[in-house]
């Protein structure tokens, strides 16, 4: 440690001790934090909120971790770590970084739509995008580091290939027992099943299903001669009404037309010879099909129905099945189930609405009633296709394909595919559902359920003026569970949920390519959450939506994990947004193991006074400009809100500020700020950190490099603290080759440094224009020169360690200054609340300590030698540099978003 003349120590601590050479010292900084129960915790720990300051001043150094400037604690075990080099991808792996770098390479994020029908499967650390394994129970979980899993979006593909397969639902396009009719590459949406005779059993020579003659049972024909039938084989009856009254156990019915409606009790199990040749035809003011509550067992199978006032109508007791059957322009409803109902192998299609419009739905499970679907079809239903209402009403099974539910034709209402509402419940696995007007999945009433597995839900199509439309909607106090779900290409909202209570649960999901509204060209987010709903999410990809990816509002909650939102588009409308994140209106996000890439104009937004997010674990990156005004470019920003970073990367972005504060708290830990470029359009900015309009910003353990104009900047009216961060490489303004200062205070801000390391930078390492600096430890060597006459006013070039020109008020302590190409310490003006110098060096540089205009500074025990020209030097000095010229220069963050 270097030594004045009466022994009194100066310079940071542990700088110059041994023979050190000073002028690449990093000051030593410690490391604390507190939990939120405000008990002391390791500043390295999740749910630790780091805090920092000089080792021998810290108030918890018996659990403070000392590191150098520019290092944070390490993630495990003792020790520190470069700030940024150890931040988590979104599968958990930590990558090394190349020999000489000090940070590892981000891998590129994939542009290309995710729609390749197989991907091959990956390891942690193979793949930005979030993976997926499967446990000894099939169920869905976070990859070890040593397995190989598959990318959000998809599922294993064929046994052995180490493959992926995209989540598409159901294997067949149409269920065992129905061809697709609509012609060969035709879109999916206009596809039709219908029932197969290829699949029809050749049964008997009579036309009966089957050959044998199996006792219980009663034979039915269309035609045959009422006199003398008694239902045997040789005798059948001409109409099952007939049959059934004789209470048989099982009714065999030939090929033909049958213009009856049917009532079942019992156990009885009416058998078609299959669907395309035996059909139904209900008259309109009965049911085709009724199962009365006496039905225990009964069962309908290899038919088609037409008709009636609804398809099926299943009474409160009643415990009933159809198999095999084809439900075609039925009256009203499909089914209305009120009892337990067991639907497979069956297609419900073109279900004709009432006489006023009313209605036209599909599966309709109402007072208790409970329907189970297996291999079931539901096509162009309308208002809804498969609806559980009230409480206990539930559907739910496997293998389920909904395609184009409509709108109501009377009531202007959007079609929903699935909705479970008032109490209502929805639990379907191996789920397609496709091409519905409005919304594809609904939940909204206290106690609604809706739990998707294994689904793919695509290309709805915006509804009608006034009707609602998105791919999910979760409101008034449902919830929505997504498992290893595709949520693609539909119109104007990805999942949106609303209101106190609502949950939603996303594990493994992606969410991508949502259009904006036809109408207005706007909207398309992916994941919108507000007005007190909650977000939980673990696996989640959101690629390419408009606007927002991701957004929280209105008091709304999130805990989201495993994230990766990229490639978010403007607004179609007018070219704004294209933000990855955004919390507002008293949001709170809790964010951990996110990249956020390839969005514009902001990556995270943090808006309003009471909103706020902490994030572990976060990289933001390649965060191009607003593509309607050219400007931002921002990683991460605040508007009055609380943003806390701890761990993260805030790289290659165009930016005014990587990190902007505006009049609230940002918190950056062990975060790495670097290359930053200037604005394309206009050469300007590239900052680093900004706060201004009443912010603050404090820094713990970071390390910012290869920024433009000002590594951290506190404008006018707001404040930054830098601990134990590192502040290199800062270069000129590429529009103008003025300003590439380390740290700069405006008038009216204040700039604290605590153990804090600036090296070349142009023009100045710390600056302050009428504004208030305390520095204290820190080391500002090797200032470059702003490049170009127009560097300043004047062609005034600075290159100075330490420049306070009109200053409020300066305080320098325990600093070494070295090596800077003009002054070490300049100071212009008076200090209006006086400025000192204490046990501090500033040595090897042009001039050693300038005072000019009538500034004074008050020096204690400091060393000012070793200066090529003078190490003293003021106003009446033979070689004084010339005043400098400091101006602030303008910087804008983003505004508050349009509500």
Not at 272 to 300: E, I, K, N, R, Y
Not at 514 to 541: M, N, S
Not at 565 to 573: C, E, G, I, K, S
Not at 722 to 742: I, N, P, R
Request: some cysteine; overall charge negative.
């Amino acid at each position: 440690m270097a030594e004045t003349s009466s022994c009194e120590t100066v310079g940071p601590a542990g700088c110059g001790e041994d023979g050190a050479d000073p002028s690449v010292c990093a000051p030593q900084w410690c490391a604390a934090g507190r939990d939120d129960a405000g008990k002391p915790c390791s500043a390295g720990q999740p749910a630790c909120l780091p805090q920092g300051d000089l080792c021998p001043a810290h108030e918890d150094a018996t659990q403070a971790v000392a590191c150098p400037a520019g290092q944070f604690p390490a993630r495990e075990g003792a020790g520190c770590a470069t700030a940024g080099a150890e931040v988590a991808d979104v599968n958990g792996h930590l990558a090394p970084a190349a020999k000489g770098a000090l940070w590892p390479e981000l891998p590129p994020v994939p542009a290309d739509w995710p729609d390749a029908p197989l991907v091959p499967a990956a390891a942690p650390g193979q793949t930005p995008v979030p993976l997926w394994c499967a446990d000894s129970a099939g169920a869905a979980r976070a990859c070890a580091a040593s397995e190989s899993g598959c990318p959000v979006g998809y599922a294993p593909g064929p046994a052995s290939s180490g493959q992926c397969a995209a989540l598409a639902g159901p294997s067949w396009v149409c269920p065992p027992g129905f061809d697709v009719s609509g012609g060969v590459g035709a879109p999916q949406a206009t596809l039709s099943c219908v029932p197969a005779k290829s699949t029809c059993p050749a049964g008997g020579a009579d036309g009966f299903a089957w050959s044998e003659d199996l006792p219980g049972t009663v034979y039915v024909r269309a035609g045959s001669p009422t006199a003398g039938a008694t239902g045997a084989r040789s005798a059948p009856f001409a109409t099952v009404t007939a049959a059934l009254g004789v209470k048989p156990q099982r009714i065999a019915v030939a090929a033909g037309t049958y213009p009856e409606a049917l009532t079942l009790k019992g156990a009885v199990e009416l058998v078609g010879q299959c669907a395309a040749l035996v059909q139904f035809q209900g008259p309109p003011d009965q049911p085709a099909v009724h199962f009365s509550a006496s039905a225990q067992g009964a069962a309908v199978a290899r038919v088609t129905l037409r008709g009636g006032s609804t398809g099926v109508l299943v009474a409160v007791g009643a415990k009933a099945a159809v198999r095999e059957a084809w439900l075609h322009k039925v009256g009203q409803v499909g089914a209305v189930v009120q009892g337990q109902f067991a639907l497979r192998d069956t297609v419900v299609a073109d279900v004709e609405p009432a006489a006023d419009g009313d209605l036209g739905s599909g599966l309709v499970a109402i007072k208790a009633g409970a329907i189970t679907a297996e291999r079931v079809a539901v096509e162009r239903a309308r208002l809804t296709a498969l609806l559980a209402s009230g409480p206990g009403s539930t559907i739910a099974g496997s293998a389920v394909s909904v395609q184009s539910t409509l709108p109501g034709v009377t009531a202007k209402e959007a079609g929903s595919a699935l909705a479970a509402v008032d109490g209502g419940g929805i639990a379907l696995s191996q789920v397609r559902v496709t091409a519905s007007t409005g919304i594809q999945a609904l939940a909204t009433g206290s106690g609604s359920h809706l739990a998707l597995t294994e689904a793919a839900i695509a290309e709805a199509a915006a509804g009608g003026a006034g009707m609602a439309s998105a791919a999910v909607v979760a409101t008034g106090g449902a919830s929505v569970t997504l498992d290893r779900v595709r949520v693609a290409q539909n119109a104007v909202g990805g999942i949106v949920a609303y209101d106190a209570g609502t949950k939603v649960h996303l594990a493994h999901v992606l969410v991508a390519a949502t259009a904006p509204d036809p109408a207005t060209a706007k909207l398309g987010g992916g994941v919108d959450i507000g007005d007190g709903a909650h977000l939980h999410a673990d696996g989640l990809r959101v690629f390419a939506n408009r606007a927002t990816g991701l957004r929280l509002w209105d008091a709304a909650t999130g805990d989201v994990a495993r994230v990766l939102v990229d490639h978010t588009l403007p607004q179609a409308a007018d070219g704004s947004l294209g933000r990855a994140v955004e919390v507002s209106a008293g949001a709170t996000l809790l964010l951990r193991r996110a990249r956020l890439a390839n969005n514009r104009g902001i990556g995270l937004f943090v808006v309003d006074a009471a909103s706020k997010v902490r994030a572990d674990d976060l990289v933001v990156d390649h965060t191009g400009p607003d593509d309607a005004s050219g400007l931002y470019g921002t990683s991460a920003a605040v508007a009055n809100g609380t943003l806390r970073i701890v761990r993260g990367r805030l790289a290659h972005g165009h930016s005014h500020g990587a990190a902007a504060v505006m009049g609230g708290q940002l918190l950056l830990a062990g975060v790495a700020i670097h290359d930053i470029a200037a604005l394309p359009q206009s050469g300007q900015f590239g900052l680093g950190a900004l706060a201004h309009q009443g912010g603050h910003a404090t820094l713990l353990g970071c390390a910012i490099a290869r920024v433009r104009q000002a590594g951290v900047t506190a404008a006018t009216a707001s404040s930054v603290t830098l601990v134990g961060t590192t502040v290199a490489q800062v270069e000129v303004e590429a529009a103008s080759a003025a300003h590439g200062v380390g740290v700069w205070a405006y008038p009216q801000a204040t700039a604290t440094l605590r153990a804090v390391r600036v090296a070349q930078s142009h023009g100045a390492a710390v600056a302050t224009f009428r504004g208030t600096l305390d520095v204290r430890a820190a080391v500002l060597v090797d200032t470059l020169a702003a490049s170009g006459a127009a560097a300043t006013p004047g062609g005034l070039v600075l290159a100075d360690g330490l420049v306070a020109r009109e200053a409020e008020q300066v305080a320098v302590r325990d600093c070494w200054v070295a090596g800077n190409g003009r002054a070490g310490l300049f100071f212009d003006g008076p200090a209006v609340k006086g400025a000192t110098l204490a046990h501090s060096v500033a040595t090897q540089s042009v001039f050693g300590l300038v005072t000019q205009r009538g500034a004074v500074v008050a020096r204690t025990a400091s060393w000012i030698a070793l200066n090529s020209q003078q190490n003293l030097a003021g106003d009446a000095g033979l070689s004084a540099p010339e005043p400098p010229q400091l101006a602030p220069f303008d910087v804008q963050v983003a505004d508050k978003p349009k509500k």
